[in-house]
């Protein structure tokens, strides 16, 4: 029995690192709003860190998206480089119900060197919230591609006043430019 109870503590002491991870992370996630910095601990202590986004962001809880994302958009301007489970959770975070959300993750795609940035705010021209078309314009601006200014010039009907002033605005730069 005592040889047990060692190998058992034995085991707790070699592996001590990854199940004060685990229990955190459990703990975490169960809470409403979860510590700030145990998070960035958790996340930033972890040897998969991707793995631990991912289980925060499907907790479908809004203290945990926004926390996610905030990392990666941190992520994004320290690194310029997510992998691609960062990347997938981004994408899916542009598609989000919470505006804060969505203009994060499209800011943190925007800070990467990912090429679907483009095609992402060309979709979200046709978005329904002018919230999002204007994230969209945005996007397309800070790219400054000749080639997309056709497409702004089509956000001149938009029904919205401050997606058209967004899109003039955008259009009068690129003109006297």
Not at 143 to 172: G, I, K, N, Q
């Given at each position: 029995?005592?040889?047990?109870i060692?190998?058992?503590?034995?085991?707790?002491?070699?592996?001590?690192?990854?199940?004060?991870?685990?229990?955190?992370?459990?703990?975490?996630?169960?809470?409403?709003?979860?510590?700030?910095?145990?998070?960035?601990?958790?996340?930033?202590?972890?040897?998969?860190?991707?793995?631990?986004?991912?289980?925060?962001?499907?907790?479908?809880?809004?203290?945990?998206?926004?926390?996610?994302?905030?990392?990666?958009f941190?992520q994004?301007?320290?690194?310029?480089?997510l992998?691609?489970?960062?990347?997938a959770?981004?994408?899916?975070?542009?598609?989000?119900?919470?505006e804060?959300?969505r203009?994060?993750?499209?800011?943190?795609?925007?800070?990467?060197?990912?090429?679907?940035i483009?095609?992402?705010?060309?979709?979200?021209?046709?978005?329904?919230?002018?919230?999002?078309?204007?994230?969209?314009?945005?996007?397309l601006?800070r790219?400054?591609?000749?080639?997309?200014?056709?497409?702004?010039?089509?956000?001149?009907?938009?029904?919205?006043?401050?997606?058209?002033?967004?899109?003039?605005?955008?259009?009068?730069?690129e003109?006297?430019?």
């Open positions: 029995m005592w040889c047990g060692l190998g058992l503590c034995l085991v707790a002491l070699a592996f001590r690192g990854a199940i004060h991870r685990g229990l955190l992370a459990e703990m975490l996630i169960r809470q409403e709003v979860p510590s700030a910095e145990g998070f960035e601990w958790l996340v930033t202590s972890s040897p998969k860190p991707s793995s631990i986004l991912q289980r925060f962001w499907n907790t479908q809880k809004i203290p945990h998206r926004t926390m996610t994302v905030q990392y990666l941190r994004a301007l320290n690194t310029a480089q992998d691609e489970y960062q990347v959770i981004l994408k899916t975070a542009v598609l989000d119900g919470d804060s959300v203009e994060l993750a499209l800011s943190a795609l925007n800070a990467t060197d990912n090429q679907e483009i095609k992402i705010a060309l979709d979200q021209l046709g978005d329904i919230d002018p919230q999002v078309r204007l994230s969209g314009i945005q996007v601006r790219r400054e591609d000749p080639s997309l200014l056709p497409v702004l010039y089509t956000r001149l009907d938009d029904p919205d006043w401050m997606v058209v002033t967004s899109a003039a605005s955008v259009l009068r730069l003109f006297l430019n």
